[in-house]
């Protein structure tokens, strides 16, 4: 079996249901032999590592560890789902400071045994402000850091595809931006159903305004309902995108997707925060542009931010971030 690279893959939260299926994908994928599984949850984590061993992927050489620095000495790519779960009745600004404290010891086992990283993605939440966490603790340049927003875009593929009963792959260029969130901006500019704009079947009978704002509830509310439905929170589509996350940047081939990333930009009106915008995944990590879209749209954008700003200074309240004067005293790389 070939793989992309013989860089050392971390799973942190292995004996987890995210964990445990990103392993078995990872090495589905060819992304890597190297995997190294890791949680504190000992018993639980042997029992996944034998069962990834029975699979018997040739040429693998997955290791697993309950030692975080044992884990994370040499490691290339990391992918964290090592916090605290949504449970039903829960939403992720719920899980605030465990999750939060999770991510600032996270980001200072990174600075301190495994500098050089060349990814790291967060997908345990609330995850605009655990990723954002991680960066500033960790001393990594903003491009090293992303966090798993791809399943908002995606869930709006999803309903459209399903209001108008085709392909998933016939609805294009799906996009919500701001916080992976119920407050999320759910944009419609861009999007086409059969190469028809979505904007141009809004108001008409083939989608009308209620049965729009139906699907952007729903879409805000994708999360809690697959908790709904399974009694747990979501771990195949967040393992499936954060492993694809990870292969943009082996492969340099790209992704298709919105990523959550570190936004500083004052003129732009988004400072010292982490949040899905339009982005790019290459070997170099993750870059970042303003999305274009509708007056409304970018009001959206604006309030999402708004929600995330208030998140990020509660965490700074707690003593989990320092205040925003001392960032660049932690992290050089935030100017």
């Known amino acids: 079996m070939s793989y992309i690279t013989n860089d050392k893959l971390v799973i942190l939260g292995a004996a987890g249901a995210i964990g445990s299926n990103l392993t ?23 029992g996944a590592a034998e069962e990834i061993y029975h699979c018997s992927f040739p040429g693998a050489r997955v290791t697993w560890t309950t030692d975080i620095k044992e884990a994370l000495t040499g490691a290339s790519y990391i992918i ?35 500098p050089g990283l060349k ?40 309903a459209l595809s399903q209001h108008f009963n ?24 861009t999007a086409s159903v059969k190469g028809v704009p979505l904007n141009d079947l809004i108001g008409t009978d083939r989608l009308t305004n209620d049965q729009w ?18 009694g747990r929170s979501s771990f195949q589509s967040p393992s499936h995108q954060s492993l694809v996350m990870i292969k943009a940047v082996m492969d340099g081939q790209g992704y298709p997707w919105p990523v959550g990333c570190y936004v500083s930009h004052i003129l732009h009106g988004f400072d010292h925060i982490m949040m899905a ?28 931010y708004g929600h995330l700003v208030k998140l990020r200074d509660e965490v700074i309240a707690m003593g989990v971030l320092p205040p925003l004067t001392e960032w660049k005293n932690v992290n050089p790389h935030l100017t």
């Open 24 to 46: 078995q994908a990872a090495l589905t994928m060819g992304l890597t032999p190297n995997v190294c599984m890791y949680d504190p949850f000992e018993k639980g984590l042997k």
């Open 80 to 114: 964290s789902s090592g916090g605290a779960p949504r449970k039903e009745g829960m939403t992720r600004e719920d899980l605030l400071k465990g999750n939060c404290e999770i991510a600032a010891q996270l980001g200072k086992d990174i600075r301190a045994y495994c």
């Open 119 to 158: 990814l790291a993605v967060v997908i345990f939440n609330p995850a605009d402000i655990t990723g954002l966490t991680v960066l500033v603790h960790s001393g990594l340049h903003p491009s090293k850091v992303a966090t798993l927003a791809a399943l908002d875009s995606t869930r709006l593929q999803t």
């Open 166 to 189: 085709c392909a998933q792959d016939e609805v294009a260029n799906c996009r919500t931006y701001g916080g992976h969130g119920e407050q999320m901006a759910v944009f419609a500019s």
């Open 213 to 230: 704002e139906a699907i952007k509830k729903h879409v805000q509310q994708g999360g809690k309902k697959i908790i709904e439905l399974r």
């Open 277 to 304: 915008m339009e982005t790019k995944l290459t070997k170099d990590g993750v870059s970042w542009s303003i999305p274009a879209g509708t007056q409304e749209e970018l009001h959206e954008l604006a309030v999402s």
